[in-house]
């Protein structure tokens, strides 16, 4: 148990547990530049299979990647005033395009050269808006150019004061979707359909239950007509928003002269939409499926599905386990499940099974001289439950077991949501929801921001989403849960990250 002790209860403190999730599953550390996180190969792994998922449907509906750079004007954010206010306080500055020796030691060996001072700062990308559309007005001219399908993987740097690794970081990777469109009606269905897009990758790949909704005007994206989202409920009761899509109107269209000629040979401005999600993703896997014990991850994402560990006494037994331990990888992989064969020395059996563990690993199976014997393997799985599996047909049997697995731990979330979900709440019900277990409240909201600011005052509860009606009530709340006037809508509280 010695390394499975290393990791805080969740119970205790859901914070310290998170972290020690992280670091001993090895996803991320923290990095000498405050506010910044190294990712680790692990880790880096899961954003690798999350990354070749999303960019294979992106690419199905007809979306294409590019690359914009990192740097952008300042007088580019200035052009869509509601943008800037956004990211004013978030944005870190180039000023300067080179440093100079001093003579002089230590910290004081180097300084900035006043002389290099850049004529206009720029800023190090926040989000690729402003550029991008800057370069749309070059490259749009007629509807024949219409629609225009970009997709950019890249980093994105926001300053944070309060980091946390994966969930809010200064910097992070991030995939950002910009499209430009003839009509409303088309950049509606854009944002429409990539937010599609999100939720069955999130439900399919990461097996994490969202819901997905409209944001209010005072929580939508600077800049944007409508802001889409989706939101996740994490073991500890809170929101995670996990990806965004926005109908962006025409206001950055407006500002960048982004125009084309209609075929009927007039100019109209054209219609843009954006869509992002990042590696925040990561974190709400950590927090939807991840136990006492370390990381539990979804097959399908997992950077290894199954762990062989063979278990001999003698140099005999060794080498009999490690031979079938050896087929078994070659059997698996040829299947094309990512497998590990662990024949380190200088580990016991135990200690593997908690490293493994603690790395999320879905399916461990283990060899021993008796399992050579009797034709099988014993399979374990990270999420309980140990049998004999025969070898012959090994394959097809560990398939359908992380399948098995892949499928529970979605039901498991999508359980724990609904358990932890209210409907029809009143103002005391959601003042006590929120003070004890907390998760998601759906009730009436009259659309004010004052009304909206004063629940986020007095409970830190903020609206998430105005539900999709997949996700309403059957009876429509008539009356705001928390005023008591006219409901304009449903809406789903909670406390969020």
């Not at 499926?289 to 994402?301: A, E, F, Q, T």
Request: charged share 25%.
């Amino acid at each position: 148990m010695a390394q499975a002790q290393k990791i805080t209860p969740r119970a205790k403190d859901s914070s310290e547990w998170y972290n020690d999730v992280v670091m001993q599953a090895e996803l991320a550390d923290y990095s000498p530049v405050r506010g910044c996180m190294v990712i680790r190969p692990h880790g880096y792994r899961i954003w690798e299979l999350m990354q070749g998922a999303l960019d294979e449907m992106f690419r199905a509906t007809g979306h294409q990647n590019a690359y914009f750079p990192i740097f952008i004007p300042m007088s580019f954010l200035a052009k869509e005033a509601e943008h800037v206010e956004g990211f004013a306080k978030e944005v870190a500055l180039v000023t300067h395009t080179r440093l100079r020796a001093t003579g002089k030691e230590g910290a004081a060996a180097i300084e900035v050269d006043p002389e290099s001072k850049l004529e206009e700062p720029l800023v190090v990308r926040p989000t690729s808006e402003t550029i991008i559309y800057a370069m749309f007005a070059k490259w749009i001219q007629s509807y024949r150019d219409l629609p225009l399908l970009i997709n950019q993987w890249c980093n994105i740097v926001r300053w944070e004061l309060r980091t946390r690794l994966f969930l809010r970081t200064t910097e992070f990777l991030w995939q950002e979707g910009h499209t430009a469109h003839a009509t409303e009606a088309e950049a509606e269905a854009e944002a429409r359909q990539m937010l599609g897009v999100y939720r069955k990758f999130q439900e399919d790949w990461m097996a994490m239950p969202v819901i997905t909704g409209r944001k209010t005007e005072s929580e939508k994206f600077a800049g944007a007509l409508r802001t889409y989202a989706l939101e996740a409920l994490m073991q500890d009761n809170k929101a995670l928003q996990a990806g965004t899509s926005h109908n962006l109107g025409q206001n950055f269209a407006k500002a960048f002269n982004v125009q084309y000629q209609t075929a009927a040979g007039g100019l109209e401005h054209v219609w843009n939409t954006s869509w992002g999600v990042s590696t925040r993703m990561i974190g709400g896997l950590i927090m939807t499926h991840s136990d006492d014990n370390g990381l539990v991850c979804p097959p399908r994402l997992a950077p290894v599905q199954v762990a062989i560990v063979p278990i001999w006494k003698s140099e005999e037994e060794r080498g009999q386990v490690s031979g079938v331990g050896g087929q078994v990888k070659a059997e698996l992989g040829q299947a094309g499940i990512r497998v590990e064969l662990d024949l380190r020395d200088n580990l016991k059996p135990g200690a593997k099974y908690f490293e493994w563990e603690a790395k999320g690993v879905p399916l461990r199976l283990e060899i021993g001289p008796r399992d050579v014997a009797a034709g099988q393997v014993m399979t374990a799985r990270r999420t309980g439950g140990k049998a004999p599996a025969p070898l012959n047909g090994l394959a097809r049997t560990v398939g359908s077991a992380l399948d098995e697995i892949q499928a529970g731990l979605f039901k498991a979330a999508k359980d724990r949501r609904e358990a932890h979900s209210i409907r029809g709440v009143t103002k005391p019900q959601f003042i006590e929801f929120m003070k004890q277990s907390g998760g998601f409240a759906y009730g009436g909201f009259c659309g004010s921001a004052a009304c909206e600011a004063e629940i986020k005052q007095a409970t830190a509860a903020t609206v998430r989403v105005l539900p999709d009606p997949e996700f309403r009530s059957k009876e429509t709340p008539t009356t705001c849960m928390w005023c008591g006037k006219p409901s304009v809508a449903e809406a789903v509280w909670a406390q969020a990250y």
